[in-house]
């Protein structure tokens, strides 16, 4: 080796020990607890207690609630972003600098103003009062959850997309029109495909937050909507049991291992990151 | 006279307060090879793109074949264009995007197939249909949006400046390439370039513009020789471009040093620019030429030396297989059939609108 990659690799050792003691040796001790019992014995019982209904029924419930958080943000996110990419180049940084402001702001104040629009003597609920209207429930039911996801999470779906999408040449599309592709045959064709790195990286950025998420259930489904990451919560704040809650972890790691291969198979150049 | 197949009538197009295209006539004929040549800014790939379709006149039509295609947008039009920087589809092989267009115009499996392997031996890259564009060089790219083109039988292929992020050598080869594919194909090329060799090697017809006007329309040989105005002589080739007077008809004096011409019809004494090209200067014993001047310079070019000579303060560039020592005193010919005299601008606008009359 020589003497300037020598002194390149040291540039490294400040990350190596950050991430040998905060990364590594964590996930170690998830590794271990998740796998012995109270007394130290090895044990499948902590993965295996996925199995029980309150718990299989957590992990579904996140499953779906974040699958339809990260369809409802991919809806939003796509025709937004295509209308970011396609005005001029002036005015849309701005815009996407505007939508990625509240991102900025702390998480839980963002979640916590969410249930004070959404509860029962909330904003809206006060609004339609005045109006004479039947008040709705909103809060503590899992449209909430979603709504609170959606919000929260939409800034990683679009910074992605908007950057596949604003990579595309110009003279790509036009020679798409040029050998007769009309507009949807042209996005068809050309932009999606193209376009799908990002997509996929910004599947990635807002479903496995929503999987792993458990303020948002606390705040918007008020304890009554338990999400696996409530599971696993209680397990080590309330139960003190770190075996059982790294076990259960361990099973949400391997969903979210799932969906990292998935992208990085997808997305072989490494387009798709920010 | 070959029948008329494009035909821009009064083409006007602005970009914000900027003037790009002013009242634009041009007329393309079947089967030729039509270059629009000038410096950047003068408005050649507006033109280009306003025939394909990607930007809209202000005001003005576009004919093709007698149809107003005004208003067509580049899908319905019977055009094909390759683009600068390629535009290939990366997502896809080579062969998927060849057959794009075909694709497209649900043509029949063996068909898209047949023309696949055509366009690919005409573009000299048989056997590339499974690779990926990005692995190809620069050349091959610019060859497979040529093929990706061409596979779509279009009467007319638009090419903007394609050669322009290629390196000399093979630009020279894919000049030769372009000439033989228009010979192959027999139908319209309408190339936009701002390399005057590149125009000259490869034109029929040569269209310059400069600053949204057309400057001279001809054949190389006509832009070259007998260019219009000093923006045609000063942007094609070398050149020695002076101001000088017309003193009477065939006699023009440069620097008050009269020079016969072949020009009439000028007046007496009037201002006009004349344009001698370096290898028409002859360099004589100082005795026999009409004026006399001392080689400041010689640089040493391949084929011939470039010498410049000081003529009481003004200087002449000379191409000459002779080379002459700097300080040497020398004499200087020029025959009157290669004096080329042109009419003086009266102002700025004129200029730009290259007005010759």
């Known amino acids: 080796m020589s003497k300037t990659s ?43 207690a996925i199995a029980h209904p309150a718990h299989s029924k957590a992990l579904w419930t996140s499953l779906v609630l974040s699958l339809e958080s990260t369809a409802v943000c991919l809806l939003l996110a796509y025709p937004l972003c295509m209308i970011l990419a396609r005005s001029g180049k002036s005015s849309n940084s701005f815009l996407v600098l505007f939508l990625i402001v509240p991102m900025w702001m702390n998480f839980l104040l963002r979640t916590y103003a969410w249930q004070s629009i959404l509860e029962k003597t909330g904003i809206i609920n006060t609004f339609l009062t005045a109006l004479h209207l039947p008040t709705q429930h909103l809060i503590n039911t899992k449209g909430g959850i979603i709504l609170g996801m959606v919000y929260d999470f939409l800034p990683f779906m679009i910074l992605p997309i908007y950057n596949a999408l604003a990579k595309i040449d110009k003279n790509v599309i036009h020679a798409a029109h040029d050998l007769g592709a009309n507009d949807l045959q042209t996005f068809l064709r050309i932009i999606l495909p193209l376009s799908m790195p990002g997509v996929i990286s910004g599947i990635t950025m807002v479903f496995i937050p929503g999987m792993t998420t458990f303020v948002i259930s606390s705040l918007l489904g008020g304890g009554k909507i338990l999400l696996i990451g409530n ?44 | 006279m070959k029948d008329e197949l494009i035909t821009l009538r ?18 393309i004929h079947e089967n030729e090879f039509v270059t629009l040549l000038g410096p950047s800014g003068c408005g050649k790939s507006t033109t280009l793109r306003i025939i394909g379709g990607f930007e809209s006149p202000d005001s003005g039509s576009v004919f093709f074949e007698g149809r107003d295609i005004t208003n067509l947008p580049p ?5 094909n264009m390759v683009f600068q920087n390629y ?14 267009g075909l694709k497209i115009g649900k043509k029949p499996k063996d068909y898209i197939e047949d023309k696949i392997r055509y366009a690919l031996r005409l573009v000299n890259l048989e056997g590339y249909e499974r690779r990926s564009p990005s692995t190809l060089s620069g050349g091959q790219q610019q060859r497979i949006a040529i093929a990706r083109a061409i596979v779509n039988e279009p009467k007319v292929l638009l090419l903007d400046e394609p050669l322009g992020a290629l390196d000399l050598k093979l630009r020279q080869d894919m000049q030769y390439e372009l000439i033989r594919l228009k010979n192959e194909l027999g139908i319209t090329f309408i190339y936009v370039t701002h ?15 400069n600053q949204g006007y057309i400057q001279q329309e001809g054949t190389p040989e006509q832009i070259y020789n007998e260019p219009e105005n000093a923006f045609v002589a000063d942007f094609i080739g070398d050149s020695n471009l002076f101001p000088a007077v017309m003193v009477r008809d065939r006699l023009v004096a440069i620097d008050d040093n009269p020079f016969e011409c072949v020009d009439e019809g000028f007046g007496v004494n009037r201002p006009v620019d004349i344009v001698i090209r370096p290898e028409d200067v002859e360099i004589v014993p100082p005795a026999r030429g009409t004026v006399t001047g001392v080689v400041t310079d010689v640089i040493f070019k391949g084929v011939h030396y ?22 040497e005193e020398v004499g200087i ?17 004129e200029e730009a609108a290259g007005i010759n009359e």
């Open chain 1, 6 to 48: 020598k002194h390149t690799a040291m540039l490294g050792l400040p990350y190596y020990a950050w991430a040998i003691v905060f990364i590594i040796v964590p996930l170690f001790m998830v590794v271990y607890y998740g796998l012995t019992d109270k007394t130290g014995a090895f044990t499948l019982a902590n993965i295996m």
């Open chain 1, 231 to 274: 599971v696993i919560e209680q397990e080590f704040t309330l139960a003190y049991d770190w075996n059982m809650g790294s076990g259960l972890s361990l099973v949400l790691l391997v969903f979210i291992i799932i969906n990292i291969v998935i992208q990085m198979l997808t997305d072989k150049d490494g387009e798709g990151v920010m």
């Open chain 2, 10 to 27: 009064s083409v006007s197009k602005s970009f914000g307060d900027k003037l790009i295209l002013d009242d634009l006539n041009l007329t």
């Open chain 2, 75 to 79: 899908n319905k039009r019977q055009l």
């Open chain 2, 87 to 100: 535009a290939l589809f990366t997502h896809m092989s080579v062969a998927e995007n060849i057959a794009f």
């Open chain 2, 195 to 209: 390399d005057q060799q590149e125009a000259l090697t490869m034109s029929d017809k040569i269209v310059v513009m």
């Open chain 2, 306 to 327: 470039e010498m410049c000579i000081d003529v009481k303060g003004r200087e002449w560039v000379c191409h000459s297989t002779v080379a002459h020592a700097v300080d």
């Open chain 2, 333 to 349: 010919k020029v025959d009157p059939f290669n004096i080329q005299v042109m009419k003086k601008p009266e102002s700025e606008d």
